[in-house]
């Protein structure tokens, strides 16, 4: 059973930065897709990033696009989402997640991946 551990969220000002980890333990495989959505209070959850742990493509939503940045370090099994010029709209839970054969169409949709994290909040208030 692959296990996912959030950490890095916090509160920042506006404008500001936080660079989540999600580290992975258990049986990690070369073909797993990982990745990052959010859930702000009252709404629904949504796609942030994500990437193949194998290639080098990632992949954003628009309204994370040129701020967010999703990085990898294989050999310790972890991912990044490096967050910069937060606004107060990225004031969320962060769930970091795994999934294997996820195709290329189905990456920005919950039901690709199989693994979540607990999440961790992240609040950007002045």
């Known amino acids: 059973q692959v296990q996912l551990a959030e950490s890095g969220g916090g509160v920042v000002q506006p404008g500001g930065s936080l660079k989540l980890s999600c580290a992975a333990s258990?049986?990690?495989?070369?073909?797993?897709?990982m990745g990052w959505f959010r859930q702000a209070p009252g709404k629904q959850r949504d796609f942030v990033a994500a990437?193949?742990?194998?290639?080098?493509?990632?992949y954003y939503s628009d309204n994370v696009k040129g701020r967010f940045f999703i990085s990898r370090n294989s050999a310790k099994d972890t991912v990044y989402l490096q967050m910069n010029s937060l606004k107060t709209e990225d004031t969320a839970v962060y769930f970091c997640?795994?999934?294997?054969?996820?195709?290329?169409?189905?990456?920005?949709?919950?039901?690709?991946?199989?693994?979540w994290g607990q999440g961790t909040q992240v609040t950007v208030s002045s």
């Open positions: 997640v795994a999934g294997t054969g996820v195709i290329l169409s189905a990456l920005r949709s919950e039901a690709a991946y199989s693994y």
């Open positions: 258990g049986p990690t495989s070369r073909s797993f897709a």
């Open positions: 990437m193949r742990w194998s290639g080098t493509n990632t």
